[in-house]
């Protein structure tokens, strides 16, 4: 368990991360330059920080492979997949000043932790992650930034204020001031060209439409078209999807849309799956597991057991539902994620975990017996502020971007409100909500 508001033992830094190691080892600066590629290359295709400390040995095996540094934004090869910023609980949102400008991040596969230095949280605050890196508003001119918590590496385009001349159509009796806030509800998606042009593309969950900029470009336009939409956006690489639960019948649709290369025009959302009630039943949720997406739904209504497809699958209308996802955990909210339980021993791995309407509690489906259970004892379920947390709780709370990106606890019984107010600077950061 982890105190809400209690710093853990010292953590490696961001001097750490990128250690100077100058004395080579024999051995080691006698190895094939070629041979030493190769195994960086096997590095980096896992976690970036194996690869970083890899290249730490000695100086020839930096010398034979690429920095990270300068590049950590515009190369996905550098980007951080699978870590997430911890929400410290206890309203210690990154910037408090008892961090002490310092954040935690953790990794989802091997349950390592860091905590690097990022005084930027002065005047800065999150709005979402994408592969790892931060997407940033600074607060005096709402300019968006691409953040590598890791190598520093900042990438900057345009401030969302540029969408404000686009926004008199959808809220066309507001002023400037009261249409900011839906803007900053965001799922991000991007596409990096060789040339190191970045395209990013914003799916504005409240105001149903997209917004698309490159990192050369001075604003952001907004889509002539709305997507329907039931659940948050669903971003994967250069994708998002967007899911949208029939009432009616039961049945869903998933639609995709495409971060357009430079010079393309955004195109309008295409429907790519439209499933019947008999093969999967709302709601329905998008995750990534072991890179592929996969579908979640029910069978047939809330108390029945839980559908899981290959996304890839059911596109070629091959509805044949999965029996394991291995030693990983789903956590399904308004953002979805995966972890392992063999890296994080809170967790059990073949379940999914989500907040049960009838239940009122989260819970665990476990996919090999299609039976239920709590996710959490009673005391990190109903547990105060400050005090003892079930590591599920932190992992659960980085679905909820309102709670994440302000040291909150996502405890749907403490924090009901859709709009949780910020601490600090709330004129200049309120909208960052699910919705």
Known sequence: TYGDSRMAAPLPTSATLFPDMSAASPWASSLPEDLVRLVASRLLAGDLLDYVRFRAVCAPWRSSTASPRGRGVVDPRFHPRRWMMLSEGGGLYPGHPKLQGYVRFFNLDTGAFVRVHMPLFEDHCVLDSFNGLLVLQRDDDTAIRLLHPFTGDILDLPPLKTLLPQMHEVFPHLSSRKKLPYLRSISTAATFADDGVVTVMLALRRTRRVAVATSQDHQWTMSTWYYVINRAPFPYQ??????????????????????????????????????????????????????????????????????????????????????????????????????????????????????????????????????????????????????????????????????????????????????????????????????
């Open 238 to 435: 250069s994708k998002i999807y967007v899911v949208h639960d029939l009432g009616g019948d039961h049945s869903a649709k998933i639609f995709q849309i495409d971060t357009p290369l430079p010079g393309e025009v955004l195109q309008p959302p295409k429907l790519i799956v439209k499933s019947t009630a008999d093969k999967l039943r709302g709601p329905v949720f998008l995750v990534e597991c072991d890179s592929e997406v996969l579908v979640i739904g029910y069978s047939k209504n809330l108390s029945s057991k839980l559908l899981v497809y290959k996304l890839a699958d059911i596109v070629m209308e091959k509805y044949t539902p999965m029996t394991s996802i291995g030693d990983k955990a789903i956590f399904l909210q308004q953002r979805t994620l995966s972890a392992s339980a063999k890296a994080l021993p809170t967790l059990v791995g073949g379940t999914i975990m989500y907040f049960h309407p009838r239940e009122h509690q989260l819970v665990q489906y476990h996919l090999s017996s299609g039976s239920w259970s709590p996710a959490m004892d009673q005391c990190s379920l109903r547990g105060t502020e400050p005090g003892p947390c079930s590591f599920i709780q932190h992992i659960y709370t980085c679905c909820s971007c309102k709670h994440w990106n302000k040291g909150l606890m996502c405890r749907w019984w403490k924090y009901p409100a859709e709009w949780i107010r910020w601490p600090v600077k709330g004129k200049l950061r309120q909208g960052v909500i699910d919705s």
